[in-house]
């Protein structure tokens, strides 16, 4: 069973556009994470928050957690094609759970 | 080498046969975790070790799955009698800090013909 659901879970774009993947659950979680994915390889973390309303940013990358601790956000503006992969959340309570993923595809 | 590596990388099996996957965690990290994961969607728990302690198995879909960290380091994921619905990718992750930052492997791709 996997608590968090991510849209959309496919999304095709134009380099240069902005993109919006959603994480939402009706649990609570004491830290929230993203991952990335590439084919045949394993998730690679790329930012941990955990205080409710935390914004962090990586480069092109905007991260945000809502105020109740149960939904996140991945904002990235002016996609590249290295951006493409599988884009994953996940939510720390008394166990570890991923959503459902986001495949994002950026075609040049 | 210093990320998690696992082996396998590729394994196909007949249906019935025995299956065993190998995890090397990080050299340090208490936490070793498994995951399934099919294709294009998010993995799954299966289970998490601290040191030795297999502390949570609510993830094994059933008694056919067994996994063990006897030296609290290298892991072994065993599954038994495999079936078709078995087919995935299984990921092994370690962490140092119970789990907040998880560091995966590249995964072992089951098939089960």
């Known amino acids: 069973t996997q608590l968090l659901e991510q849209s959309p879970q496919f999304l095709s774009i134009q380099e240069g556009e902005n993109l919006t993947v959603y994480c939402n659950s009706s649990s609570v979680f004491s830290s929230l994470q993203w991952y990335r994915q590439e084919p045949g390889e394993g998730p690679v973390l790329l930012v941990t928050?955990?205080?409710?309303?935390e914004v962090k940013k990586l480069k092109r990358l905007t991260f945000q957690f809502g105020d109740a601790r149960k939904d996140s956000s991945l904002h990235i503006t002016a996609a590249q094609p290295g951006d493409t992969g599988l884009y994953l959340c996940?939510?720390?309570?008394?166990?570890?759970?991923f959503g459902t993923g986001t495949s994002l595809t950026v075609i040049p | 080498g210093a990320g998690v590596s696992q082996s396998p990388r590729y394994k196909v099996a007949k249906r019935g046969q025995d299956v065993a996957l190998r995890c090397d965690p990080i050299s340090g990290h208490v936490s070793l975790f498994w995951y399934q994961q099919a294709l294009g969607q998010g993995p799954e728990f299966l289970t998490y070790f601290q040191n030795e302690a297999q502390l949570d198995k609510s993830g094994l879909p059933s008694d056919r799955f067994f996994a063990e960290r006897p030296e609290g380091s290298v892991s072994t994921l065993k599954i038994q009698r495999t079936q078709q619905e078995d087919s995935a990718v299984y990921l092994c992750?370690?962490?140092?800090?119970?789990?907040?930052?998880?560091?995966f492997g590249p995964g072992t791709r089951l098939t089960v013909l």
């Open positions: 996940a939510g720390s309570s008394n166990q570890f759970y």
């Open positions: 992750a370690s962490s140092s800090d119970r789990g907040y930052t998880q560091y």
């Open positions: 928050v955990v205080t409710g309303g």
